[in-house]
């Protein structure tokens, strides 16, 4: 991805851009569900939307569906989209819930288009008619990672990319400053250079192995620090939607690709073992396991500085917050748009660099607060793991939010970061994170007239959802 985008924006006079990569390494990718961001990165690289998915098997997504978190039985889905259309200047969530506080018990989700079409497992892009509810919502693919990456080399090079395939045995800092000056290759040829960029997973082989730049541990509010994955045969309808369902000590994926599903299983080591990890997700798969479990082990958090010196952490070697919603490709994308609009020169000045790490820093709490949302705010006190999470202290940055909405419904808005009013009221309703006020403008509103327009509007969603094509037959006929 980083490769691409460089190549993408900056001239070759500007830059030559050396990619060095092993074979020998293999790909974390175990199947990715993406956040709608993914789709202008394609854009703006100029991939053909239906090319990229034949390539990569992928398949659309709506959103996620949530099993098993606020209580046990409950499930709520996540959507890329609003939840209805604002009344008088109002906000449609304070539709809803004064019509709740009246006792009116039709869910929310009811009034969102994207999660009434995932769930009848139907699909079509959004329009463009701003009249038309059709426009309420985005997507994002469910796409197999380890064709993703070969796909994007195959771009890079096409743009005038130098690839070097080889495994890096060595690093030379330069005397005067600590910067990195070259890298050793076990072939024994040096590649040198002014930027370089750690793309090299949990090792952190330049930002942490060489330059020593720290970490910042957030295991204390997510405690999930193993994932055990496995494809699985497909079964049953291509759904456009992600499913994460809630276990006893953590949570299992599933993705659906075109030629298999993706599944894993995320926990905390400190209440499940490996083996007991592994055989709960074999025993909730959908089909016959097509490969042997394997682990991958993580510390949630994020490195304290994302550039250091010349050195750019991108993807997993800058940080993990936990794959629940989505968000690793998002992190990688985010820190290559912010390294485009911050590039430096020779001189590598202190200010860009220290907007750069601010930058990152609030993508990272923002992601991080969200996940610790989940966790968080459930009634489930059934084994310790959820015990622990349901009351553990959690960041006051969070805490703020959580009670802004509770007391009045009011969701803090923000420019940066990736997750939006809607995203936040799927899962406060959704786990049961309920609203004690309204706002004040429909106090005069009489209740006759909101359940009006809340029940054309769920008449629209429904219509408007029933007539988009299967899931399936849209990807037949346009991928």
């Known amino acids: 991805m980083a490769a691409a985008s460089l190549s993408r924006f900056l001239r070759p006079d500007q830059c030559a851009i050396h990619l060095v990569e092993s074979a020998e390494i293999g790909i974390v ?39 098993n978190w606020g209580r046990i039985g409950d499930s709520y889905v996540h959507p890329f989209g609003d939840f209805g259309r604002a009344y008088r200047g109002v906000k449609f969530h304070h539709v809803w819930n004064r019509l709740r506080l009246a006792g009116d018990d039709m869910p929310l989700e009811e009034y969102s288009l994207p999660i009434m079409a995932a769930k009848l497992a139907r699909f079509a892009p959004p329009t463009s008619d701003p009249q038309s509810l059709l426009t309420s919502f985005g997507y994002a693919f469910q796409f197999d990672a380890t064709l993703f990456a070969p796909y994007l080399r195959a771009y890079s090079e096409r743009r005038g990319v130098q690839r070097t395939e080889g495994r890096v045995v060595d690093v030379r800092l330069r005397g005067t400053d600590g910067f990195i000056e070259a890298l050793k290759l076990a072939s024994g040829e040096e590649i040198t250079g002014d930027l370089f960029i750690d793309c090299s997973g949990f090792f952190g082989l330049l930002t942490e192995k060489t330059l020593h730049t720290g970490y910042e541990d957030w295991t204390h509010w997510l405690p999930c620090d193993r994932a055990v994955a496995v494809p699985c045969e497909s079964a049953g309808p291509l759904l456009p939607y992600t499913k994460a369902t809630a276990h006893g000590a953590g949570w299992q994926w599933r993705i659906p690709l075109r030629h298999r599903t993706g599944n894993g299983h995320v926990y905390s080591s400190r209440y499940l073992s490996d083996d007991e990890a592994a055989a709960t997700l074999l025993a909730n798969l959908d089909g016959k396991a097509l490969a042997e479990p394997r682990v991958l082990k993580f510390v949630t958090g994020r490195r304290k500085k994302t550039w250091n010196r010349n050195c750019v952490a991108v993807g997993l070697a800058g940080g993990f917050v936990e794959p629940l919603e989505s968000t690793s490709i998002y992190l990688i994308q985010a820190a290559i748009t912010h390294l485009i609009e911050l590039f430096p020169d020779r001189n590598f000045d202190a200010i860009n660099i220290t907007e750069y790490n601010r930058i990152m820093d609030v993508e990272f709490e923002r992601v991080r607060d969200f996940i610790v949302l989940h966790y968080c705010a459930t009634e489930r006190d059934d084994t310790p793991f959820w015990n622990y999470v349901r009351t553990m202290p959690i960041p006051e940055s969070l805490t703020n939010k959580m009670e802004l909405f509770r007391e009045r419904g009011v969701i803090v808005d923000y420019r940066l970061g990736l997750f939006y009013e809607p995203s936040w009221l799927a899962v406060y309703v959704g786990q049961r994170v309920m609203p004690k006020r309204f706002d004040a403008r429909l106090d005069d509103v009489p209740l006759e007239e909101l359940r009006k327009h809340a029940q054309a509007l769920r008449a629209a969603v429904r219509a408007g959802a029933e007539s988009l094509p299967t899931h399936a037959d849209f990807l037949a006929h346009h991928v």
């Open 29 to 67: 990718g175990v199947g990715e569900a993406t956040v709608p961001h993914i789709r202008f990165f394609n854009q703006t690289l100029g991939l053909d939307e239906a090319d990229f998915m034949r390539k990569t098997h992928a398949t659309f997504k709506l959103g996620i569906e949530f099993d």
